[in-house]
């Protein structure tokens, strides 16, 4: 997910322009990472001590990662790390901006140091970050440590990514108490936890996500639309009743809630997630041990 | 050829069910949107399959199911929830069910549990 929150960043900041970002995308599925830009990126390595190891490959058939073993750059530890973060799309990302010539990867490193700087993010939030674990990015994200918002938050974010778009992303997750939307749809269980689980968004953005989770051809955001909002909705509070079952919290869920008109959304303490798919925004709704009341606006 | 009733208050689902039904080459009988109306129709239809919603409004699913039980007690029911928390599974057996789903749906499970009780 990071290489989609990372190339977001490079466009806003006018590094990558549109065309550039969907071609580096395209790329992204069929790039091999070399080691020495993972070693680097990592900080593992310095940029000079991979160019010598390049330099050195070049004239033998050895890999790249006994060649560093050998002069002490990396660790055995560290060789496996990396090798396990190859598959990491993060990584493909920046490979395939390097094989574009679009950056040098001493310049990507110095892009993602602003980035670091401006989000205010310490390093091990950065390594969660470029870990490619959504669990890990997920709390990164979250405006604080709890438990259970963040596994709340990571099952929908995952299952989001697995049934409705792969490419999604999110964005900083904030607490209110108040939000206006025009289309909401929600599931509330009660328990031993209260919990709220829904999506709002601008009608477009519901309707995309409404037609990859139902699998129909939605013309408008009407309840027919927001049904498979909720249906999904559902899913996400379904499995985390299940996960958080195994520790003896239970919890009854209710039939869901659809408001195809605008709402606010009113309760002490609230989170919201914002999930940008297919260049639209969603907001991710989650209310935990609080009461939320949802009022039609005239 | 085995035809089924399907209990949902979400269109979606019954949707994805309806499509998952008729891959198993049976015939959607009705449908109906509440514990209520699926007794009713359990009653107007005679299917040889129901699946049965835990979560919905008016009446819940495991309301419905036993209503159903009490009326037939060889109703094939399958029930369908979003939650597998593991009492609430055992409630719905020890009601009657004769199986479960959990969504989100997978259609080669699902058939297969379908599948499965038609042909006890």
């Given at each position: 997910m990071f290489d989609r929150i990372f190339g977001e960043y490079l466009y806003k900041k006018g590094k990558l322009s549109q065309e550039q970002l969907g071609s580096i995308f395209e790329d992204e599925n069929g790039v091999f990472v070399r080691l020495g830009v993972l070693a680097v990126s990592e900080r593992f390595m310095t940029e000079e001590e991979a160019s010598e190891i390049n330099h050195m490959q070049s004239g033998s058939d050895r890999r790249f990662g006994d060649i560093a073993i050998e002069k002490g750059y990396l660790t055995p530890t560290q060789l496996d790390s990396l090798l396990k973060r190859q598959g990491n799309s993060f990584f493909h990302f920046l490979q395939a901006v390097i094989n574009r010539g679009y950056y040098t990867l001493e310049q990507l490193d110095t892009f993602l140091g602003e980035y670091q700087k401006e989000m205010g993010f310490s390093n091990s939030e950065m390594d969660a970050l470029v870990s490619g674990d959504v669990m890990r990015v997920v709390n990164v994200f979250l405006p604080h440590q709890d438990r259970l918002y963040g596994r709340l938050c990571g099952i929908a974010i995952r299952t989001f990514l697995r049934l409705?778009?792969?490419?999604a992303y999110i964005g900083r997750a904030y607490i209110t108490n108040k939000f206006e939307t025009d289309r909401f749809a929600c599931q509330k269980s009660y328990g031993t936890h209260s919990i709220v689980v829904g999506f709002a968004g601008k009608s477009d953005a519901l309707l995309a996500m409404a037609r990859a989770f139902g699998g129909e051809e939605f013309e408008n955001v009407d309840l027919d639309a927001l049904d498979a909002v909720a249906e999904f909705a559902n899913c996400v509070d379904g499995l985390f009743a299940t996960e958080i079952y195994s520790e003896g919290v239970d919890v009854d869920m209710t039939p869901p809630q659809l408001y195809d008109h605008p709402v606010a959304l009113k309760g002490q303490r609230f989170c919201i997630v914002p999930i940008t798919s297919r260049d639209r925004q969603i907001e991710f709704i989650m209310a935990l041990d609080t009461i939320l009341k949802v009022e039609g606006i005239l | 050829m085995t035809r089924v009733l399907i209990i949902d208050d979400s269109r979606t689902s019954r949707r994805m069910l309806r499509d998952i039904v008729e891959s198993l080459g049976?015939?959607?009988?009705g449908e109906a949107s509440n514990g209520r109306d699926g007794v009713a129709k359990y009653e107007e239809l005679s299917p040889d399959l129901v699946t049965m919603d835990v979560t919905m409004p008016v009446m819940d699913g495991i309301t419905a199911l036993q209503e159903i039980i009490e009326r037939d007690p060889k109703a094939k029911i399958v029930m369908v929830t979003s939650s597998g928390q593991h009492h609430k599974i055992v409630d719905c057996i020890k009601s009657g069910a004769s199986d479960y789903v959990i969504k989100p749906y997978d259609p080669a499970e699902t058939g297969r549990v379908l599948k499965a009780v038609a042909e006890r």
């Open positions: 409705i778009d792969p490419r | 049976y015939t959607v009988a």
